[in-house]
């Protein structure tokens, strides 16, 4: 079908749904409108998602729909545990805040002043910058990544503080730039322990957690820890079936959090109550951030602030390892949605939208006509070149900043990125993945978002390029043989 074709079985789609919101008057109706929402999820062998909706503090419609554990057929359950993901974010910056409300610290303070083993790159970075993802340090999952460590390896605090210290650069002047960055809020938790004396699991548990009467609520810092009731995470295969996608990294602050949908709730009803933090903490928690150009984000502190057919909404998703989650809330309808899923593909934003459509939709503005499939990023054209014009930029690459050799070979006419390898030369991986010549020294991976910049030296060889993985900038490699080819030492 063409794209055309698509867009207008996609708006067909769209105003069907609107139309069944509108005729869904009764409770019962609602209901069986929200289970629509969910029906691909319950087919035999399937996971899935657990939803809550919720309105005046109490809640309307609770259900599960596919399995928490296919190997076992355990059945979702609005009280099976999740991994949240960067949902986790409010909690990291509600702790900080309820720190700041204790005299102990200040979100205008220096991240080094609690954190002195970061570079000082001679530009002042506060906990505010972190708060709000204005800091310019460069995400450490995407280090991780490109330095070749597994989702499915185990990680600690120490790893990661690690591999943010020995950045050499920012992306950006702290407070000129919003881009996403998980360093700052796994910093944050650093900055919880090192302040209050307990990690984050154990401050979040005892001034957030246990007051709002969230048994089901905690931070997994360890991957020996058992949680009771906890969904296992997939991801689809190619050809049909499911595969296991569970992460085992320890540091938490930008995730790490598990909890339920009727856990979650609970934290969201307190910003209503007010009971832990009080109103003024839950308006800073929810001041949006302005960058020093004086622009206006729509990032507060762990939450976007923002507008959804007309309504001003309040959220957070998340995406970790085959978890994926969403927590929206209608601030002035006193109405919010819990959806979290056990599957990548599930896509709780989208879901937790739909559902809220079929209870506010009366009061909302026309919906935006929605298309499955995104529009293609435009991409730069491709350049010709020879196997002899690529010649020079074959060799081995070493990265202070990432602890890793990148190799680079021909193979049929093209330039290939074909190992990636420790400081002892030992091979990590081979992805042997083909490189598009976008201009004179530049190439792109389309697939991973990579560009290749290459500089010149004496003889048309390069010594050395930088490159650029969305929220990571600038990442520095020379040119030096692998151990292994540096003969005897003399």
Not at 81 to 93: H, L, N, P, V
Not at 174 to 200: A, D, H, I, Q
Not at 205 to 211: K, L, Q, V
Not at 213 to 232: E, I, Q, W
Request: hydrophobic fraction near 35%.
């Amino acid at each position: 079908m063409s794209r055309r074709g698509i867009a207008f079985v996609s708006f067909a789609l769209a105003v069907l749904f609107a139309a069944a919101c509108s005729l869904a008057n009764t409770p019962e109706q609602k209901k069986a409108a929200v289970d629509e929402v969910f029906s691909d999820l319950t087919k035999p062998g399937s996971p899935g998602c657990s939803l809550a909706v919720a309105r005046d503090g109490k809640i309307l419609y609770e259900s599960g729909y596919g399995l928490a554990n296919i190997e076992e057929n355990v059945a979702i359950t609005p009280q099976t545990i999740f991994d949240i993901g960067s949902t986790s974010k409010q909690f990291t910056a509600s702790s900080i805040l309820l720190l700041e409300k204790q005299g102990k610290l200040s979100i205008h303070d220096d991240i080094r002043k609690y954190i002195p083993e970061l570079p000082d790159y001679g530009k002042r970075i506060t906990l505010l910058h972190l708060l709000n993802h204005s800091s310019g340090l460069r995400d450490y999952l995407t280090l991780f990544e490109l330095a070749g460590v597994n989702i499915d390896g185990v990680t600690t605090d120490d790893d990661a503080l690690a591999i943010i210290a020995r950045q050499k650069a920012l992306n950006f002047d702290p407070g000129s730039e919003f881009l996403y960055s998980n360093s700052g809020f796994f910093l944050l938790s650093l900055v919880v322990k090192r302040v209050s004396g307990k990690t984050l699991a154990e401050f979040a548990a005892e001034n957030i957690f246990s007051p709002l009467g969230m048994k089901r609520t905690l931070y997994r810092d360890s991957h020996t820890l058992l949680v009771p009731g906890r969904a296992l995470a997939y991801e689809p295969k190619e050809g049909g079936g499911f595969a296991l996608n569970v992460s085992y990294f320890e540091q938490t602050g930008d995730g790490a959090v598990h909890t339920s949908v009727e856990d979650l709730l609970k934290w969201d009803e307190n910003f209503y109550s007010g009971k832990v933090g009080g109103p003024e903490f839950l308006a800073e928690l929810q001041e949006r951030g302005t960058l020093s150009s004086g622009k206006k984000l729509d990032y507060a502190k762990g939450l976007f602030v923002r507008d959804y057919r007309g309504l001003r909404t309040v959220d957070h998703g998340g995406s970790w390892g085959g978890y994926r989650a969403q927590l929206l809330r209608f601030p002035d309808r006193h109405f919010s949605v819990a959806c979290l899923c056990n599957l990548s593909s599930a896509n709780p934003d989208r879901r937790a939208r739909r559902v809220a459509a079929i209870y506010l939709g009366e009061e909302m503005k026309p919906a935006p006509r929605e298309s499955p499939d995104e529009e293609p990023r435009k991409k730069k054209p491709s350049m010709s070149v020879t196997p002899a014009q690529l010649s020079p930029y074959t060799g081995a690459y070493w990265s202070e900043e990432l602890g890793v050799y990148y190799v680079f070979a021909l193979k049929n006419g093209a330039l290939y990125w074909t190992e990636l390898r420790g400081a002892e030369g030992s091979p990590r991986a081979k992805p042997a993945k083909e490189l598009r010549p976008v201009g004179p020294g530049e190439f792109v991976f389309d697939s991973y978002g990579l560009q290749f910049h290459f500089r010149p030296s004496a003889g048309g060889v390069p010594a050395a390029f930088s490159l650029d993985a969305g929220r990571t900038l600038g990442i520095q490699f020379v040119r030096r043989p692998l151990p292994e080819e540096t003969g005897p030492a003399r």
